[in-house]
């Protein structure tokens, strides 16, 4: 056993080298291994992060969302060249519960940006298909550190778009981009609240040609609804920025929001504050998630629960009084 250890600690640190030095297959095995669902594979996953977490954490973190049809692929591959044409190494990573189904943006392949994902300082990976939100984000938080430690000095977190999923993005990234399209704004009552109060920046995209006006329009229109929105910072006015992803306009005035976001957060203290809490949010996202595991998978409490369910379902016993039953189940086969 203890030689099985020693092996596997070794294969970790071959790992772990191989993505400070930027190796696209070392960075593949450990972004398999922290997606594996097998248990024996849990602890090495943390060791490998444990290992690269004085690595990581340099990258400016990019939230992207918007509605369908907004071009979000063409945006974020726009952006991506744009970034790589000035030295920087960026990595794609998509936060979607249901890419089994829906298949959508990049999340499932890489066909809608086939030419950054030509690109030897662009990494692009979806996020598991299939999984469900927390575990999606789980992976895609791991990941996102794997890829720092590999020298990704921006990361860009792709959401579907579909109301849990932004906040979510949101509470990983540093800064959120909220895509919309021209003439949006004409229906005002359409724009989702709780998303523009998470956005730092409202990009309008396909502003071209015909659209030209419409998207201006739209754009005075959000910048009216911010107006009477509280502010999300003190330190921050949301800017409504316009731009053609596909003529490739507008991209850099875009990038240079995200840079001077950057700045303020950072001369303010709220940068490394975010980051702090952010950290410590995920760190309680994390015990619950295991303690709910761990509590679950108990052998008695797996064939307890059946019955306690039923009883629930056929209004024998109330949900409070069921879910003591458990818990006192469960307290004493601990204690």
Same mark, same amino acid.
């Given at each position: 056993?203890?030689?099985?250890?020693? $092996?596997?600690?070794?294969?970790? &640190?071959?790992?772990?080298?191989?993505?400070?030095?930027?190796?696209?297959?070392?960075?593949?095995?450990?972004?398999?291994?922290?997606?594996?669902?097998?248990?024996?594979?849990? *602890?090495?996953?943390?060791?490998?992060l444990d290992e690269l977490l004085p690595?990581?954490?340099?990258?400016? =973190?990019? @939230?992207?969302?918007?509605?369908?049809?907004?071009?979000?692929?063409?945006?974020?591959?726009?952006?991506?060249?744009?970034?790589?044409?000035?030295?920087?190494?960026?990595?794609?990573?998509?936060?979607?519960?249901?890419?089994?189904?829906?298949?959508? $943006?990049?999340?499932?392949?890489?066909?809608? /940006?086939?030419?950054?994902? =030509?690109?030897?300082?662009?990494?692009?990976?979806?996020?598991?298909?299939?999984?469900?939100?927390?575990?999606?984000?789980?992976?895609? =938080?791991?990941? /996102?550190?794997?890829?720092?430690?590999? @020298?990704?000095?921006?990361?860009?977190?792709?959401?579907?778009?579909?109301?849990?999923?932004?906040?979510? *993005?949101?509470?990983?990234?540093?800064?959120?981009?909220?895509?919309?399209?021209?003439?949006?704004?004409?229906?005002?009552? @359409?724009?989702? =609240?709780?998303? /523009?109060?998470?956005?730092?920046?409202?990009?309008? &995209?396909?502003?071209?040609?015909?659209?030209r006006p419409r998207a201006e329009l739209?754009?005075?229109?959000?910048?009216?609804?911010?107006?009477? /929105?509280?502010?999300?910072?003190l330190n921050w006015q949301v800017p409504?920025?316009?731009?053609?992803?596909?003529?490739?306009?507008?991209?850099?005035?875009?990038?240079?929001?995200?840079?001077?976001?950057?700045?303020?957060?950072?001369? $303010?203290?709220?940068?490394?504050?975010?980051?702090? &809490?952010?950290?410590?949010?995920?760190?309680?996202?994390?015990?619950?998630?295991?303690?709910?595991?761990?509590?679950?998978?108990?052998?008695?409490?797996?064939?307890?629960?059946?019955?306690?369910?039923? $009883? *629930?379902?056929?209004?024998?016993?109330?949900?409070?009084?069921?879910?003591?039953?458990?818990?006192?189940?469960?307290?004493?086969?601990?204690?």
């Amino acid at each position: 056993m203890a030689e099985k250890r020693f $092996s596997i600690l070794i294969k970790i &640190n071959d790992i772990a080298e191989g993505v400070r030095n930027g190796n696209l297959r070392s960075l593949a095995k450990a972004i398999t291994l922290i997606e594996s669902r097998s248990p024996d594979h849990s *602890v090495a996953a943390t060791t490998l992060l444990d290992e690269l977490l004085p690595d990581s954490g340099n990258a400016l =973190r990019v @939230g992207i969302s918007g509605v369908p049809g907004v071009g979000k692929s063409t945006f974020i591959e726009a952006l991506g060249l744009h970034l790589v044409k000035q030295s920087h190494k960026v990595a794609v990573l998509a936060v979607d519960p249901s890419s089994q189904l829906s298949g959508g $943006s990049i999340l499932g392949d890489k066909t809608r /940006m086939e030419e950054l994902s =030509r690109e030897r300082n662009a990494f692009i990976r979806p996020s598991p298909a299939g999984d469900n939100l927390g575990g999606v984000a789980r992976k895609t =938080r791991e990941t /996102m550190l794997l890829c720092e430690a590999a @020298g990704y000095d921006v990361i860009i977190v792709e959401t579907v778009g579909v109301g849990q999923s932004e906040i979510t *993005v949101a509470s990983m990234v540093d800064m959120f981009l909220l895509l919309q399209l021209p003439g949006a704004g004409d229906e005002l009552q @359409g724009i989702k =609240r709780g998303v /523009m109060e998470i956005a730092d920046a409202i990009v309008i &995209n396909k502003a071209e040609g015909d659209n030209r006006p419409r998207a201006e329009l739209a754009g005075q229109q959000y910048e009216n609804a911010l107006h009477m /929105m509280a502010p999300k910072s003190l330190n921050w006015q949301v800017p409504v920025q316009l731009c053609s992803a596909l003529k490739n306009q507008g991209i850099d005035d875009v990038w240079q929001k995200v840079v001077d976001f950057k700045a303020a957060m950072q001369a $303010s203290g709220e940068y490394e504050a975010k980051r702090s &809490n952010q950290n410590s949010d995920w760190m309680w996202t994390l015990l619950m998630d295991d303690l709910k595991d761990y509590f679950l998978r108990d052998r008695q409490i797996e064939a307890l629960l059946p019955q306690v369910q039923e $009883s *629930v379902t056929k209004g024998i016993s109330t949900p409070s009084a069921a879910a003591r039953r458990l818990l006192e189940t469960f307290k004493k086969i601990k204690y």
